[in-house]
């Protein structure tokens, strides 16, 4: 594809329940970026990869949250034990050197 | 921590005003990116500025670094409804090569018809 493609593209779940939010990068790009935005905010830093390897995940709430790229291209973001304070857009974005970055549509979650 | 604050938070003008929103922080940052989000659109880089007391132009945006690169301008002139949006800045923050970036808050810019 063209661009970086989320999904799914909105998500609702009940408390307590686990969700798998997944990112497709742009193709070859080597960095792969999670942010939570709340709406009229901007981007929170989750957590980032270079490749298959997680270099920083110091912006992950809590131990709830964990994320993988296993083959150093999808992403998947795992939140488990959904809580309602987690309502939030999940974005991801992909970048070639890290500094320009494309960003996907999101993913809108929302807890019950 | 390294954050960055704009101001101000909304702005709501006339077509064909000008307008100015500011990024700014107390730690210096080695460059300074603005993009514009879109309602249910992700953010898109409009520049990146690397130099202090840089000036770049992108047709009627003029995008400034401070001199001791911890803030940076956005200057819109002759504002027109497509340039609606959310303006947010972003920075490099900490280690791992200037990878990890912080954004701002944003600037929630409306121009009304």
């Known amino acids: 594809g063209a661009g970086v493609s989320q999904s799914p593209r909105y998500k609702v779940t009940k408390r307590g329940q686990d969700v798998a939010l997944r990112c497709d990068p742009i193709?070859?790009?080597?960095?792969l970026y999670w942010y939570r935005q709340a709406l009229g905010q901007g981007p929170e830093f989750l957590t980032y990869f270079n490749y298959e390897a997680q270099q920083d995940k110091s912006g992950l709430p809590n131990d709830r949250f964990s994320a993988e790229r296993p083959e150093g291209s999808i992403s998947t973001l795992t939140i488990q034990r959904t809580e309602q304070r987690d309502s939030a857009m999940y974005r991801c974005?992909?970048?070639?050197?890290?500094?320009?970055?494309?960003f996907g549509p999101g993913t809108r979650l929302t807890v019950l | 921590t390294q954050l960055l604050e704009q101001s101000p938070q909304f702005l709501s003008i006339q077509e064909g005003e000008n307008l100015t929103v500011y990024c700014n922080s107390s730690s210096v940052f080695s460059s300074l990116q603005w993009y514009r989000q879109e309602p249910g659109e992700g953010p898109v880089l409009l520049v990146t500025?690397?130099?202090?007391?840089e000036v770049k132009k992108l047709k009627r945006l003029t995008f400034q670094f401070g001199d001791a690169r911890k803030d940076s301008s956005l200057h819109i002139t002759a504002a027109q409804p497509g340039d609606t949006g959310l303006y947010l800045c972003r920075g490099p923050t900490g280690d791992n090569y200037g990878q990890n970036f912080v954004f701002g808050p944003g600037t929630r810019l409306s121009v009304l018809p």
């Open positions: 974005a992909s970048s070639p050197t890290g500094y320009e970055q494309f």
């Open positions: 193709s070859g790009h080597v960095s």
């Open positions: 500025v690397v130099t202090g007391g």
